[in-house]
């Protein structure tokens, strides 16, 4: 499988905690995309980083790639109750100027007040 | 600009019937994705359209089809439905052309439970 895996499944922090997410994948990319759901509904795009980049930051969020590994992170600081949800990852295989958009499982992000 | 609709937003239905899901995608863009969303499955990727021609497909059944209208709106359809079909149907617009692969703007989903 191409899709990204992330890690951990669940994580549960509190308030002001910062938060981070892990993500491999296996093929080689053109970029990795982070989205957020919110329980039953659509995704909400964050933040997508070339294969060329190694690091991207949009406010309270920090993503890194690392090719090498075939591995990113994506870190919220400061994290608020409104940041629970489940993160994906996605990779846009390098491979297929057709591509697609490969999704992990997800990690389900709770925030404690 | 408006974002992407889906309709309808809830549906129920019985096996063996089919089932038609709209999507309207943002104003100017001319690629068009699905996805299915299950708990054991995940987000998996059904096919994609751009300029009303299929790009792409997922490994879905051929019960399982699509198309995209000369205004960029698209729907799927869904024949003889199986209990298994129940899920989050996500659509998702682009304003990726030929070259640039960009992010995905999701609408808010279709779920469709089969009885």
């Known amino acids: 499988s191409q899709q990204g895996e992330e890690d951990p499944q669940a994580l549960s922090i509190q308030e002001g905690e910062n938060a981070t997410m892990n993500c491999s994948y296996k093929?080689?990319?053109?970029?990795l995309q982070w989205y957020r759901q919110n329980s039953g509904r659509g995704l909400v795009h964050l933040i997508l980083i070339r294969s060329n980049e190694r690091e991207k930051h949009s406010g309270r969020l920090r993503v890194t790639l690392d090719t090498s590994k075939k591995s990113s992170s994506l870190l919220i600081t400061a994290s608020r109750a409104a940041d629970t949800a489940s993160y994906f990852c996605a990779c846009w295989d390098r491979g297929s100027t057709l591509g697609r958009l490969y999704f992990g499982r997800g990690t389900q992000l709770t925030v404690w007040p | 600009k408006a974002g992407v609709t889906q309709t309808p937003r809830y549906l129920i239905k019985t096996r063996g019937q089919q089932v038609t899901l709209s999507c309207s995608p943002i104003?100017?863009?001319?690629?068009v994705s699905w996805y299915q969303q299950t708990p054991g499955q995940g987000l998996q990727f059904l096919f994609e359209y751009f300029s009303e021609t299929q790009r792409n497909k997922g490994n879905f059944p051929g019960r399982f089809s699509g198309r995209q209208f000369s205004n960029s709106r698209s729907e799927m359809n869904v024949s003889t439905l199986e209990l298994g079909d129940s899920a989050l149907y996500l659509c998702a617009s682009s304003p990726w052309g030929r070259l640039f692969p960009s992010e995905q703007f999701f609408g808010p989903g279709t779920r469709l439970t089969v009885l």
């Open positions: 104003s100017g863009h001319r690629s």
């Open positions: 093929t080689s990319i053109n970029n």
